[in-house]
C-alpha cells in the first residue's frame, strides 16, 4: 500500500444529484445544453467524479460494432437514426467530456478480480453483463488514485468489495435486476469505505510526531 497525505475530500462526491432522475432521453442531444444522457437514459448534470464509462459509451461511434449496425441497416430511416446518433455525439457528449477531462485533477482506476469461485451464474431477468456478474459477487479489487499534475500514485491498494445488503420496508425491491443492482452498489460502497479507513489510518500515522 502507498498514501501519501492528501485531501480525501476530492475522492468523495459532494451534492450530487441523483442519477435516475430528470427527463427521459435516448441520446444527450434529447437532454438541455448542459446536461448529459446517463446510463439511466436520464438527463442529468455531468457527474463530478465524471466517470470515464460516459466517455467509452458517448465515443462508441468510433466502434466496429456500431459500423457494423450502420452497414446493415435495411432502409434509409434506419441510417438517420445512426446519422443522428453521430452528430449528438460530435455536438453533445464529446464536447462535455473534454471540458470535464480536462479540468480533472485525479484519476481513479478500479480493477475487479474474479471471484474464488469463478464468474458467476446468471440471474434469471436480472440483465447483467459478466463485469457486474462479478461486481453482485464478493471479490477483491484492486484500486490506484493517481495525481494527474505531478503524474504520481496517491493510493495503491488491494481491498475486499464484500458488504451485506438488507431490504427493509414494506415496498421493498423485488425484482431481480434492481436486487442484483443494489448488490452490487453494497459491495462497491463497502470497497470506499475501505480504501477511506485505509487512508484514514495512514493520514493519522503520518501526522504523529516523530513519523516518518
Known amino acids: 500500500m502507498f498514501f501519501p497525505l492528501w485531501d480525501w475530500e476530492v475522492f468523495v462526491r459532494v451534492g ?13 442531444a434529447d437532454c438541455k445544453s448542459g446536461l448529459l444522457c446517463n446510463e439511466w437514459n436520464v438527463c442529468t448534470e455531468p457527474p463530478r467524479p465524471y466517470n470515464m464509462r460516459l466517455a467509452y459509451r458517448a465515443l462508441r461511434v468510433l466502434s466496429p460494432e456500431w459500423t457494423d449496425e450502420l452497414h446493415e441497416a435495411g432502409s434509409e430511416l434506419a441510417v438517420s437514426a445512426y446519422d443522428r446518433d453521430l452528430d449528438s455525439v460530435a455536438k453533445s457528449d464529446v464536447p462535455v467530456a473534454i471540458e470535464l477531462l480536462s479540468r480533472a485533477k485525479y484519476f481513479t482506476l478500479v480493477l475487479d478480480e474474479d471471484p474464488p469461485g469463478g464468474l458467476p451464474k446468471e440471474q434469471p431477468d436480472a440483465g447483467e453483463t459478466p463485469e457486474e456478474r462479478v ?6 479489487a484492486r484500486v490506484g488514485i493517481w495525481d494527474l499534475a505531478t503524474k504520481t500514485p496517491l493510493v495503491r491498494m488491494r481491498a475486499e468489495a464484500a458488504g451485506t445488503f438488507v431490504p427493509v420496508g414494506d415496498r421493498a425491491v423485488q425484482s431481480a435486476g434492481m436486487l442484483a443492482a ?20 495512514s493520514e493519522t500515522t503520518h501526522a504523529q510526531p516523530g513519523s516518518p
Open 16 to 28: 450530487a444529484p441523483d442519477p435516475t432522475q430528470g427527463p427521459p432521453c435516448r441520446v444527450t
Open 182 to 201: 443494489q448488490q452490487r452498489q453494497t459491495n462497491s460502497c463497502q470497497l470506499a469505505l475501505s480504501v477511506r479507513e485505509a487512508i484514514s489510518k
Open 135 to 140: 461486481q453482485r459477487e464478493a471479490h477483491y
